[in-house]
């Protein structure tokens, strides 16, 4: 990653902001989005301090035209672009029947659109430098959870479009890789949308018994180091995955029950 150009969508917290510090570790220039202007700030601050270069960009992925500024201001600074990482993303929990669809659409704007924005104006420069675009997926996009309506179907979305863009680039050196966490320790189920679109404010699951954030971010730079093309991780998100396919029915069942058990479950 040394004096490659990394652009980290949703890079003020979670898997975003510990990508910035794994990839800046490794020599990478970073440039990092986000909403909040003190947040990434902040953020940018902590990576200057270890020694990282860092350019921060007040851009909400779902706006197309924050997308092109977030490139013209990359290339302003470092000229050039290698590495796209797609990880800007909000969830939702609520029952499709209460759902208010505003906040579908909302998921929707920013975790698939918010994709293809990026990627459309980046893939020019990622064509000419043969570099890597990476999707931040999750095993969502693998099985579809209850509750989880919009944020399963975005990721669904994600995971087809960059299979398509892959096959698309794949004789003219580009890698294309879909990185699915699983359970992942991150404000993403705290930020995570209700039936009317307030925040749930608080996690219905044991943060502490989760993969760290910093830890599927390595990963993520590994997979990327050696171009792989998907990447799931965690035992029980590899079981999933595995069994969604040979048993999907029994699935059906199974993830019922666990979401069933859930911490307020909308179920009861």
């Given at each position: 990653?040394?004096n490659?150009v990394?652009?980290i969508?949703?890079?003020?917290?979670g898997?975003?902001k510990a990508?910035?510090?794994?990839?800046?570790?490794a020599g990478?220039k970073?440039a990092?989005?986000g909403?909040?202007?003190?947040?990434l700030?902040e953020?940018a601050?902590?990576?200057?301090?270890q020694?990282?270069?860092?350019l921060?960009i007040?851009?909400d992925?779902?706006i197309?035209?924050?997308?092109?500024?977030m490139?013209?201001e990359?290339?302003?600074k470092?000229?050039k672009?290698?590495?796209?990482?797609?990880?800007?993303?909000?969830s939702?929990?609520?029952?499709?029947?209460?759902?208010?669809?505003?906040?579908f659409?909302k998921?929707?704007?920013?975790?698939f659109?918010?994709?293809?924005?990026a990627t459309?104006?980046?893939?020019?420069?990622?064509?000419q430098?043969?570099g890597?675009?990476?999707?931040?997926?999750?095993?969502?996009?693998?099985?579809?959870?209850?509750a989880?309506t919009a944020?399963?179907?975005?990721?669904?979305a994600?995971q087809g479009f960059?299979?398509?863009?892959?096959?698309e680039?794949m004789?003219?050196?580009?890698?294309?890789?879909?990185a699915?966490p699983?359970?992942?320790?991150s404000?993403?189920?705290?930020?995570?949308?209700?039936?009317?679109?307030r925040?749930?404010?608080?996690?219905?699951?044991?943060?502490?018994k989760?993969?760290?954030?910093e830890?599927?971010?390595r990963?993520i730079?590994?997979a990327?180091?050696?171009?792989k093309?998907?990447m799931?991780?965690?035992?029980?998100?590899?079981l999933?995955?595995?069994?969604n396919?040979?048993?999907?029915g029994?699935?059906?069942t199974?993830?019922?029950n666990?979401?069933?058990k859930?911490?307020d479950?909308?179920?009861?």
């Amino acid at each position: 990653m040394k004096n490659k150009v990394i652009i980290i969508t949703g890079g003020s917290s979670g898997i975003g902001k510990a990508c910035a510090e794994v990839f800046g570790a490794a020599g990478g220039k970073i440039a990092i989005t986000g909403r909040n202007e003190q947040t990434l700030q902040e953020v940018a601050q902590k990576l200057s301090s270890q020694g990282i270069e860092v350019l921060p960009i007040v851009a909400d992925v779902s706006i197309e035209q924050d997308c092109i500024r977030m490139i013209e201001e990359t290339l302003k600074k470092f000229g050039k672009i290698d590495v796209l990482i797609n990880n800007a993303g909000i969830s939702m929990r609520a029952l499709f029947n209460d759902l208010d669809l505003a906040v579908f659409k909302k998921v929707m704007d920013i975790n698939f659109y918010g994709t293809v924005y990026a990627t459309k104006y980046c893939l020019p420069h990622i064509l000419q430098s043969k570099g890597s675009i990476i999707g931040i997926s999750s095993i969502n996009g693998y099985r579809g959870t209850p509750a989880r309506t919009a944020y399963s179907a975005s990721k669904y979305a994600m995971q087809g479009f960059m299979e398509s863009l892959r096959t698309e680039v794949m004789k003219k050196g580009v890698h294309v890789l879909v990185a699915c966490p699983g359970f992942t320790t991150s404000n993403i189920r705290n930020a995570a949308l209700l039936a009317d679109g307030r925040p749930q404010g608080e996690s219905p699951r044991e943060e502490a018994k989760m993969m760290s954030a910093e830890e599927v971010a390595r990963h993520i730079l590994k997979a990327t180091q050696q171009r792989k093309r998907d990447m799931v991780l965690t035992t029980q998100g590899k079981l999933a995955v595995f069994l969604n396919k040979w048993i999907p029915g029994i699935m059906d069942t199974i993830v019922y029950n666990q979401m069933a058990k859930e911490k307020d479950s909308p179920f009861k």
